[in-house]
């Protein structure tokens, strides 16, 4: 009899321990749909942060673009201005000089094309786009200095 006591009060104690242990259906599903809620908000959050940085970088691209087109405008202009000064040069200057600022234009109109066929690419692109584009715009600028410094 004593066995039996004990061996129902163990059987008692461990269901009871199992039960106690368990969730509740109700608790397994709340947990769960807390679960998804916070997965939806996270996903919310990066989605609102990578709008944001779209956003930076179109802002970026446009400012990029309308600096560009401005340095391409005014270079147009100094070879216009130039064109206009090398007219009283020499028969054989001036076919050197217009040889070279043939050259300048075509760079310039080069450059132009490339600014206008620019797509969003990604990141990584438009980094490597702005360098380059940024450095022969810099070559372009040399060259052109370096033709009137040569006419002085």
Known sequence: MKNSIIFLASILFLTLTILSGCQSSATKVENAEDKVQDAKNDL????????????????????????????????????????????????????????????????????????ADLKDDGQNKWISFKAEFNRDIDELGKAFKDLTVENI
């Open 44 to 115: 919310a959050d990066s989605q609102r942060n990578l709008y944001a940085i779209r956003l930076d970088t179109i802002s970026n691209y446009e400012q990029f673009k309308i600096e560009a087109e401005k340095i391409l405008i005014a270079q147009e202009k100094n070879i216009a201005e130039f064109k206009a000064r090398i007219a009283k040069e020499k028969k054989e200057n001036r076919a050197d000089y217009e040889k070279q600022l043939l050259m300048l234009e075509d760079k310039n109109s080069d450059l132009k094309k490339k600014l």
